[in-house]
């Protein structure tokens, strides 16, 4: 089992840029694909990023390609998404998962363990 936690979350103006944390309790994270999704008011959550295993293979959503970077380092058990350009359509609640699947996973049923959310708001 691990428990998420992500951290980095805030208010930044169009344009701007954030990055987000996400640390993973346990040893055995590397046994973990991870992914980030985000969920808007009003809207069903949807898929982001995802990392393999190793973060030697990523996946990303249309709407944030070329703008957003997922990556993972597996000795301090955390998984970054660096957010670059950002619009204020990206304003959501954004979350940290993990699953123990081999294969990236875009979905949010593939994934067993999630964060409690870090909320991220672009003004335009």
């Known amino acids: 089992q691990v428990q998420l936690v992500e951290s980095g979350g805030g208010l930044v103006q169009a344009g701007g840029s954030l990055r987000l944390s996400c640390a993973a309790s346990?040893?055995?994270?590397?046994?973990?694909?991870m992914g980030w999704f985000r969920q808007a008011p009003g809207k069903e959550r949807e898929f982001v990023a995802a990392a393999s295993r190793s973060g030697g293979t990523t996946d990303y959503a249309d709407s944030v390609k070329g703008r957003f970077t997922i990556s993972r380092g597996n000795v301090r058990n955390t998984v970054y998404l660096q957010m670059n350009s950002l619009k204020p359509e990206d304003t959501a609640v954004y979350y940290c998962?993990?699953?123990?699947?081999?294969?990236?996973?875009?979905?949010?049923?593939?994934?067993?363990?999630w964060g409690q959310g870090t909320q991220v708001t672009v003004s335009s």
């Open positions: 998962a993990a699953t123990p699947r081999q294969i990236l996973a875009t979905r949010s049923y593939e994934y067993d363990y």
């Open positions: 346990g040893r055995a994270f590397a046994s973990y694909a």
